[in-house]
Structures are given as C-alpha cells and as structure tokens.
C-alpha cells in the first residue's frame, strides 16, 4: 500500500512538475508521458489492483492538467493497464532497457487508443494530424525518460522496500 | 484480488470513460466531480510549482548558456557576467513593467470586468494546446470566458476549478474564432490547427483580402467580444480547387511566452 502511494505522489509531482516547472524547456516537438512508466511497471511488478489504481489516478490527473477531452486520459491509461496484464506474461521486463521499450511502445499505443476512440464516438478527429505527428518522438522521450523513472523506483525499493 | 476481479473494474471504468467522452449526460457529472477533487490537490501543487518557474527560466534563459567559458577567463567573466545578469534582470523587470502596464491600462477601460491572472503551466500533452492560469472559481472565473493580453486574444476558460483555470488557446484545433479583416468587409472562421500559423476557413476567393491584414474578433461567435485584435494574415492562396482561399495567419500572442493574461468576466 505504501508502494502504491508512493508511486502515486511521484507521479502526480513529476506530472505537476511537467506542466508548471519545466513549461520554460522547448518540449513542444518532444513532449514525456510520465505517467506511462509508473502504469507500466505498477501492471508488471505490482499486484493488478495496485496498478489499476495508479493508471486511473494518472489519467484523471492528466486529463485535469490538460485539455483533453473529459474521458480520454482515463480510457487510453486504463487501456494500457489492461494490456500490460495481458502482456505480463508474455513479454519479460529483466532490465530498464526493456522497460524503456516498453514504455516507448505504450505511448505509440495510446496514441493510437486516442485516435481511435475520437473516430469511433464522433466519426472525425481534428487532433489526427497532431497526435500523428507526435507520436514519435514523444515516445523516443518517454523512453529515455522512463529509465530514468525505473532507476529512480528500483533504487527506492532496493532501499525503503522490497520488490517481488 | 483476484486477476480477473481486476479486469472486470477495469473494463467499468473503461465504459465508463467512453461513456463520459461521448458525454452522456449520466456519467459527465459523477465524473466531473471526481475531477474537481482531484484538481483541488493538483491546483494548489501547481500554483507553488509555478512560483520558483519564472527564476529557472531566466537562469535557463540566460546563463546556462555561459558555462562553456574558458577558465583563464573565469574570474573576469564572473564579474561580468553578474553585470550582465544584472543588467538583463533590469530589463526584464523593465519588460514585465511596460507588459503590466499595457495590462493595467486594458483593466482600466473596464475596471470590474477584467481579472488578470498569472500563467503558472501549461497542457501535459502536446495533441491540445492549454493553459492553466492561478485564478478559479473564486475570482469569478467561468467556463466559455474570453482570455486576452494587450497583443491580442489569446483564448477561452474551458474548465474551472477552485485554484486554477484552464484555458483553450486559440491554436488548439478544436478552437474556431469568428473574425473579420479589418478595413475590409470580409469574414471567416479563424481555426487552430495545433501548430504556430492558423488558418482563416471559409474566406471565398473574390473576398477582399491581402497578406497583411488584421483580424478582429466579430463578437457573432457569442464567446469572443467584438473587436479584439486576433493575428495577421501571412498567407493567401486562391490558386486552389474549389471555392475558397487558403489563408494563414500568425497570432499577435505568442502563446509559448505567456506570463500574464486577463480574463474578461461577462
């Protein structure tokens, strides 16, 4: 439970961070999810409720620091969460390199999650162009990123707690 | 809990936020509740986060660039370059002063109006364009308000919570804008197209107008008050199919470099 919580504030910090702090930095081209890394290793290395928990509570807080669409936030982390459960298994997160790779390809994903969920409820989207374009690179950062994040979580639990 | 008791709340909460995105009526306002609570612990957070930000940009804006200075050098550079911090510091005070004072003279026109507001961040993701000012619900403020700064219009309140307020600026794609050239008896649509030049839509090609022009709000949109300087037209094609032109247009506002607006009660 304090891993969870823990988590959760890191998240909801770096995110609140992302938007006020670091708005001076030129990230316009390449823009970090991070709350894509904590979705991804709560769902591998966390029991499922912990990390339902934290894509719920990251995808309310992005979509309240952002101008998504109320929903969409919540819909493309709780998506991720659901096929990183089934991914679980089936793919095997050894390293933070591996899981850089699997955060980059998260995002690719949510990206396309948006699209589609914007196309099936309102028949046209007017942020294709823009999510297109940004896909990419917001992965390849998200990914950079991430081993950061995966560092920074796997030394708090090599120190404060221990990682099953 | 049981892996799959997990997946069947995720899936409920999964229909529940396509429920919410095709905002059914029943779903949007459990929903927005649980928004506002959660934008009452990130509001104040992103009011404080946004206070040391003005300092970090102006070491990042002007000295990190300085490091790369020879040693030999250092100390004069030092005592030079605490002048010139100095010196850019005055003249960013002087900067802020004129940008408060154009501000001012705008609440003066109308003084019970106006609220001005601090930008303390901007939208987490790069598909929208946003941004949140360190005013809310209890300054007054209320979804569909128009947001401007001496330059021009920059948006419109999209979301209100306690601390903080949302704005949609006027080059995210969902924005459209009724204008006008000024000088001119031509209107049309000024969308956002999620990038710097917008495009002016619905603009037939015998309309009067030329790479230069100004536009001005209409005021027949019923968000945008009549008469707010919008952008510039940069570019206009009419060697295209169909019936319209294509026209660019550059905002006055530049909406990376905001750090005051004013927010017009109705």
Sequence with gaps: ?164 | MKNSVVIIIAIAILAISFFVFTSTPLFIRGYSIAKTGLGEISGPLLRVAGKPADGIRYVFENYVNLVGTKKENARLRKKLDAYLLEHQRLSEIEQENKRLKGMLNLMEQRPKTMVAARVVGEDVKNWFRCLIIDKGRSSGLAPKMPVITPKGLVGQVVECDRWVTKVMVINDTNSSVDVYVEGRNSRGILEGTGQSPLKLKYVRKNDEIEVGDRLITSGKDGIYPKGLATGIVTTVNRNKPGIFAEVEVVPFNNFTRLEEVLVIKK
């Design chain 1, 1 to 164: 439970m304090m891993k969870v919580a823990l988590y959760l504030a890191m998240g909801l910090v770096l995110t609140t961070l992302e938007c006020s702090l670091f708005s001076f930095l030129p990230t316009e081209f390449f823009k970090p999810d991070l709350g894509i890394p904590f979705v991804i290793y709560t769902a591998f290395f966390l029991n499922p409720f912990a990390a339902l928990v934290t894509s719920a509570f990251l995808g309310l807080t992005q979509e309240v620091l952002s101008g998504a669409p109320p929903g969409s936030m919540l819909f493309t982390k709780v998506s991720i969460f659901i096929i990183a459960l089934f991914m679980k298994n089936k793919l095997y997160i050894d390293s933070r390199y591996s899981f850089s790779f699997a955060c980059s390809g998260a995002v690719l994903v949510e990206s396309f999650l948006f699209l589609a969920i914007s196309l099936v409820t309102r028949g046209e989207s007017k942020d294709i162009g823009n999510v297109m374009f940004y896909a990419v690179p917001n992965a390849i950062v998200t990914g950079f990123l991430s081993l950061l994040v995966f560092t920074l979580v796997e030394s708090l639990n090599v120190r404060y707690f221990d990682r099953h």
